[in-house]
């Protein structure tokens, strides 16, 4: 008898998540979060996308700023949600492919704690120095770096973040072992690079491309596969014969975990179908990002390298948060 009665519950259950899935989204606006203040690269991904995905799904969609300790408040937020599309998150490389492996205990698993729905964009990362700087590119500061050794310093927009592995990816591709310099953000770290207290700094395009184009910065060199069409002269560490440096950030959405299929393919496809207009593909290409989408099962196979990725490389610089 208590056997029929879990098995009736479990249709109960089963046929009650179909129902909603197939009503949704009509009940409430649908609320995004975005682990990052105001004004940075993952507000401006929320914010292009916002607009023509609701306008897509006939159903306001609300950002919903909760800031802190790199995007990880945010995501362990969203893993106590209710699977029922109307909580997902803008999702990046931090907090899902690197800062919970920093952690003595991780707070929640990126990889089995959220359904994937569609990745957004990728983006190269730029290495810069100071302009007056003597390196022409990234092979020319390591040597200078080599020839300086201990005198020689790269900063970070805080420890645990992509500048902070980015840099320690570099020290282990090349031998050296430059000295890590966080900072509370990147903006504080742009300025003391500038004001030439650092010598290295790398960072994703919206940060540094107005610095860049200013005259205030030079850059070295790009960690992705290909050139960036905003800096058209500057080299990737593979020209440079530096390809283990190679790396790109992330962006997409995801939601918690048991998300009913019929809401993740209806989101999915909406969100492809945003990332296909050209305006959308110019807003992103003008911060230095490229739109990358990809499908559920395509952005949870990617994530997935990208965790082993930095999870490897946390374990070999005994990297640890404290």
Same mark, same amino acid.
């Given at each position: 008898?208590?056997?029929?009665?879990?098995?009736? *519950? #479990?249709?109960? !259950?089963? &046929?009650?998540?179909? %129902?909603?899935?197939?009503?949704?989204?009509?009940?409430?606006?649908?609320? +995004?979060?975005?682990?990052?203040?105001?004004?940075?690269?993952?507000?401006?991904?929320?914010?292009?996308?916002?607009?023509? +995905?609701?306008?897509? &799904?006939?159903?306001?969609?609300?950002?919903?700023?909760?800031?802190?300790?790199?995007?990880?408040?945010?995501?362990?937020?969203?893993?106590?949600? @209710?699977?029922?599309?109307?909580?997902? !998150? &803008?999702?990046?490389?931090?907090?899902?492919?690197?800062?919970?492996?920093?952690?003595?205990?991780?707070?929640?698993?990126?990889?089995?704690?959220?359904?994937?729905?569609?990745?957004?964009?990728?983006?190269?990362? /730029?290495?810069?120095?100071?302009?007056?700087?003597?390196?022409?590119? &990234?092979?020319?500061?390591? #040597?200078?770096?080599?020839?300086?050794?201990?005198?020689?310093?790269?900063?970070?927009? *805080? #420890?645990?973040?992509?500048?902070?592995?980015?840099?320690?990816?570099?020290?282990? @591709?090349? *031998? !050296?072992?430059?000295?890590?310099?966080?900072?509370? *953000?990147? @903006?504080?770290?742009?300025?003391?690079?500038?004001?030439?207290?650092?010598?290295?700094?790398?960072?994703?395009?919206?940060?540094?491309?107005?610095?860049?184009?200013?005259?205030?910065?030079?850059?070295?060199?790009?960690?992705?596969?290909?050139?960036?069409?905003?800096?058209?002269?500057?080299?990737?560490?593979?020209?440079?014969?530096?390809?283990?440096?190679? %790396?790109?950030?992330?962006?997409?959405?995801?939601?918690? #975990?048991?998300?009913?299929?019929?809401?993740?393919?209806? !989101?999915?496809?909406?969100? @492809?179908?945003?990332?296909?207009?050209?305006? /959308?593909?110019?807003?992103?290409?003008?911060?230095?990002?490229?739109?990358?989408? +990809?499908?559920?099962?395509?952005?949870? %196979?990617?994530?997935?390298?990208?965790?082993?990725?930095?999870?490897?490389?946390?374990?070999?610089?005994?990297?640890?948060?404290?």
């Amino acid at each position: 008898m208590k056997k029929k009665k879990l098995m009736a *519950g #479990a249709l109960l !259950l089963g &046929l009650a998540t179909l %129902s909603m899935a197939q009503g949704w989204p009509s009940a409430k606006p649908i609320r +995004l979060i975005v682990g990052y203040p105001p004004g940075g690269g993952i507000d401006f991904a929320a914010r292009t996308v916002q607009v023509p +995905l609701q306008e897509a &799904l006939k159903q306001q969609i609300v950002v919903d700023y909760k800031p802190g300790a790199g995007g990880m408040l945010a995501a362990t937020e969203l893993t106590r949600a @209710a699977p029922d599309g109307y909580t997902i !998150l &803008l999702a990046n490389t931090g907090p899902f492919a690197i800062a919970p492996y920093l952690q003595r205990k991780m707070p929640y698993e990126p990889l089995r704690q959220f359904s994937y729905i569609g990745q957004i964009s990728q983006g190269s990362y /730029i290495a810069v120095t100071r302009l007056d700087h003597p390196a022409k590119d &990234l092979k020319d500061w390591v #040597a200078w770096a080599k020839a300086n050794a201990g005198k020689v310093n790269f900063a970070s927009g *805080g #420890a645990g973040t992509s500048t902070h592995l980015n840099g320690e990816l570099m020290n282990q @591709a090349t *031998g !050296l072992d430059v000295t890590h310099v966080p900072y509370k *953000g990147s @903006a504080p770290a742009v300025q003391d690079l500038i004001g030439g207290q650092t010598q290295l700094l790398i960072d994703a395009g919206p940060v540094l491309l107005p610095q860049i184009k200013g005259g205030k910065l030079k850059a070295l060199a790009v960690t992705g596969p290909r050139p960036d069409p905003q800096l058209p002269d500057v080299p990737t560490v593979g020209e440079l014969g530096l390809g283990a440096m190679e %790396s790109v950030g992330f962006q997409g959405l995801v939601g918690p #975990a048991g998300l009913p299929k019929e809401v993740v393919d209806r !989101l999915s496809a909406e969100l @492809a179908k945003v990332l296909a207009q050209a305006d /959308i593909k110019a807003k992103f290409a003008a911060t230095g990002s490229e739109v990358h989408s +990809l499908g559920p099962v395509e952005f949870f %196979s990617f994530v997935k390298g990208e965790n082993e990725k930095w999870a490897r490389l946390i374990r070999e610089r005994k990297l640890e948060l404290d």
